[in-house]
Nanobody, 118 residues
């Protein structure tokens, strides 16, 4: 079955760093583009970063560009989000997303909470 499990969230002070992980089902991961989204209280869910199936191309929201890095290790069926220079406005639940229309795949993880506060 298709599963996405996020981990690595927590409480961090402004300026600190966290590394999020998303463990995916082995049979789909290497063939699937992946993304990180986040949703802050009272806000719409927004795209943070995306990465192609091979890891050869990445895209970032302007709000995180230069601070966050998305990566993946297809041999380990895992995607990562390295978050540096964190700001209070980065506080949100962060979600892993797999999307491939020809497979009818649109799968979300349960999310991991990141709280940036002093």
């Amino acid at each position: 079955q298709v599963q996405l499990v996020e981990s690595g969230g927590g409480l961090v002070q402004p300026g600190g760093s966290l590394r999020l992980s998303c463990a995916a089902s082995a049979f789909i991961f290497s063939f699937t583009p992946m993304s990180w989204y986040r949703q802050a209280p009272g806000k719409e869910r927004e795209l943070v970063a995306s990465i192609t199936s091979s890891g050869g191309s990445t895209n970032y929201a302007d709000s995180v560009k230069g601070r966050f890095t998305i990566s993946r290790d297809n041999a380990r069926n895992t995607m990562y989000l390295q978050m540096n220079s964190l700001k209070p406005e980065d506080t949100a639940v962060y979600y892993c997303h797999a999307y491939r229309t020809d497979w009818g795949l649109d799968k979300w993880g349960q999310g991991t909470l990141v709280t940036v506060s002093s």
